[in-house]
């Protein structure tokens, strides 16, 4: 999976609407190989983003947890946290 692709579900406040469109975004670079398409496939690759935002919006509507939510800023410092041990900068 693309790095930059992160989780969105069981978080407080919920994912936004950006955040959706730059997961769809990140997806379609990844799966079509490239980060900007050319004039030719704009259109498709707009459209797929679109299309994929919908769904993975749809998804994340739908899913069902009795997990607490999480929250984003203590993700944020565990991933933060882990970086540092995993990179020597701790």
Same mark, same amino acid.
């Given at each position: 999976?693309?790095?930059?692709?992160?989780?969105?579900?069981?978080?407080?406040?919920?994912?936004t609407?950006?955040?959706?469109?730059?997961?769809?975004? =990140?997806?379609?670079?990844?799966?079509?190989? +490239?980060?900007? &398409?050319?004039?030719?496939?704009? %259109?498709?690759? @707009?459209? /797929?983003?679109?299309?994929?935002?919908?769904?993975? =919006?749809?998804?994340?509507?739908?899913?069902? +947890?009795?997990? &607490?939510?999480?929250?984003?800023? %203590?993700?944020? @410092?565990k /991933?933060?946290?882990?970086?540092?041990?995993?990179?020597?900068?701790?």
């Amino acid at each position: 999976m693309c790095r930059n692709i992160h989780t969105l579900h069981n978080f407080e406040p919920r994912a936004t609407s950006a955040e959706v469109e730059a997961a769809a975004l =990140q997806y379609v670079r990844k799966i079509s190989g +490239t980060t900007k &398409p050319s004039k030719v496939n704009e %259109e498709a690759f @707009a459209e /797929a983003v679109h299309e994929i935002a919908h769904i993975t =919006q749809h998804l994340l509507d739908s899913l069902v +947890t009795h997990a &607490p939510a999480r929250n984003r800023d %203590e993700e944020a @410092a565990k /991933a933060r946290a882990r970086a540092a041990v995993r990179f020597g900068t701790a």
